[in-house]
Each structure stands twice: as structure tokens, then as C-alpha cells.
């Protein structure tokens, strides 16, 4: 069955992979689904997905071009890397989430690959099914099933070991403070321009709320707090930074220290940064 026994186009799961930073403020799901959305409006995921469709269409592998006309073969490869990229994004993303926790980049991206393989043949036997409509034999779908996870284990681990967060621009410390708006502020949509409230760790984002709501930026927690200056502010948590003003109040969950901010966040305080916060008048 011609694409069925060495589904290489798997691998264009690729060009929505990268690896995720761990888990804060929402669930596994939510933080997947949201990262799925933010891929989905990338314009440039789109171009090289639909790129990498056109060429291997064009191309025709593993019997397509002998089989296949030129706009059915377009098709078919084009419903195998949207397919594949998916599925692969979604599963692989959640798994990554629910791991790195508690185990090193490459090994959670290397579990989360695998986890996803089955998901990418199914993917694969399911378009070819609809494409060719025969059955499938149990080694044809071993060997599809043997590819597609080992393409995604390699996708996995490659982004977990190459890709690097983007450097954020560092902030002149010569600025006068009284002169400037935080430089962090220019990052956000104009109706979302206010003054600061809190930032947070959202994977390789941080969530920057101000008091005309909040906005998800790709940089890292130490980059944007650079930027809040001159804003009076303090890092309280390992993912965390709260702007002195916006805090309501102090108080306990529990065991455990946190801080209450005017917009009714609850923001907590680890041993780490307990006594800078009691210094500053936040906790008693």
C-alpha cells in the first residue's frame, strides 16, 4: 500500500514542535490548548507546513507518485502533514507537561515522543485508509507504527536539546526612572498599556497583567523584569514578580505564605523570597 510502509512525513510534526517549560498557573490542557491556538494563528507554521506538504506531494514518495494523480497526491500529503503535526503537537506538548516536573528535557520529551507515536500511525492508517481503502495488515501497521514513533521520539529530543528561549533586549540602566514607562509595557497590545500588576511563568511565556488586563509574551521571567523598571516591584516567587502596589494584602493557605493582589490573584511566596517580602512590609 503505497505511504503506508514508511510514513516518513511523520516528522512534519516538526515544525510545531518545541519543548515546553514547566507547568505554573493552569493545567497540563489548558496549557497545551492555549499553545495549540497560539501555533494555529502562527503564520509561519502554517508557510512550512504547507511548504513541506507541496514539496513531498510533488515528490511523491513510497508509491504515491506511480498511484496517484498530481492533485490527489497533493491532497493525500497535505491531510499526512497537517494530520501528523497535530496530533503530534497535541499529545507530545501535553505529555512534555505532565513530565518535566520531574525529569530532565530529553527524557520527558523522549517519553512524551513515544507516547505519541501511536497517535501519528493512527493519523496515518486513518487518511491512507480513506485514501486507498484496503485493509491493513498487522506487519504493514507494526512497521508504520515503528516508524512514526521513532520520528517522534527524534523530533522530541532534538527540540528539547536545541531549542533556546529568545533573548530579551536588555533595558539601559542608564534611563532615567522618572522619565520612561516600563519597556516591558511596549511588548503589549496598546489596550492592555496600563500600569503593573503581576507577571508570571507560563512555559517559555510570561503572563504580564496590568490593570487593563493580561498578555502573553514569549521571553523568560528574569528578561521581563528587567523591563518593569521603574516600576517598584519584587520578584517573589520562582515564577513570580508582583508590583509593590498591587498588593492587597498578605496572608497563609495553609502552611504556605502568599500575597493577595487587587485584581483578587493570589500569588504565592516560597522560602526563597519570605524574608525579602517580610522586609518589605508584605507579610507579616
Not at 490542557?29 to 507541496?54: D, F, P, Y
Not at 505532565?98 to 530529553?106: E, F, G, S, Y
Not at 532615567?176 to 508570571?200: F, K, M, N, Y
Request: hydrophobic residues 50%; proline residues 6%; aromatic residues 6%.
Amino acid at each position: 500500500m503505497p505511504g503506508l510502509d514508511v510514513p516518513l512525513d511523520c516528522a512534519a510534526q516538526i515544525a510545531f514542535r518545541k519543548p515546553h517549560g514547566r507547568f505554573v498557573n493552569d493545567t497540563h490542557l489548558q496549557s497545551t490548548l492555549r499553545e495549540m491556538r497560539g501555533l494555529v494563528r502562527n503564520r509561519r507554521s502554517w508557510i512550512v507546513l504547507l511548504a513541506l506538504g507541496i514539496v513531498v506531494g510533488l515528490i511523491g514518495p513510497f508509491g504515491t507518485f506511480e498511484n496517484m494523480g498530481l492533485v490527489p497526491r497533493l491532497l493525500y500529503w497535505m491531510a499526512v502533514v497537517l494530520g501528523t503535526a497535530g496530533i503530534g503537537t497535541l499529545v507530545a506538548g501535553f505529555v512534555e507537561r505532565l513530565l518535566l516536573p520531574r525529569l530532565p528535557a530529553w527524557l520527558a520529551g523522549a517519553i512524551a515522543g513515544a507516547v505519541a507515536g501511536p497517535a501519528i500511525a493512527g493519523v496515518v492508517l486513518v487518511i491512507n485508509l480513506v485514501a486507498y481503502g484496503v485493509d491493513v495488515t498487522p506487519i504493514r501497521f507494526g512497521t508504520l507504527l515503528a516508524y512514526c514513533t521513532l520520528i517522534s521520539i527524534s523530533v522530541t529530543v532534538m527540540s528539547a536539546l536545541l531549542w533556546q528561549p529568545p533573548q530579551a533586549k536588555p533595558v539601559p540602566e542608564a534611563v532615567s526612572a522618572a522619565a520612561t514607562e516600563p519597556a516591558i509595557l511596549e511588548r503589549l497590545p496598546r489596550g492592555q498599556r496600563g500600569r503593573l500588576v503581576h507577571i508570571a511563568v507560563s512555559d517559555h511565556y510570561v503572563d504580564v497583567t496590568t490593570e487593563k488586563g493580561t498578555t502573553l509574551v514569549l521571553m523568560r521571567l528574569s528578561d521581563a523584569i528587567r523591563e518593569t523598571a521603574p516600576v517598584a516591584g519584587m520578584q517573589v516567587h520562582r515564577s513570580h514578580w508582583v508590583a509593590l502596589d498591587a498588593v492587597r494584602r498578605g496572608a497563609r493557605q495553609g502552611s504556605k505564605p502568599v500575597l493577595e493582589l487587587e485584581n483578587g490573584a493570589i500569588v504565592p511566596v516560597s522560602r526563597t523570597y519570605v524574608e525579602a517580602v517580610r522586609a518589605a512590609g508584605l507579610l507579616t
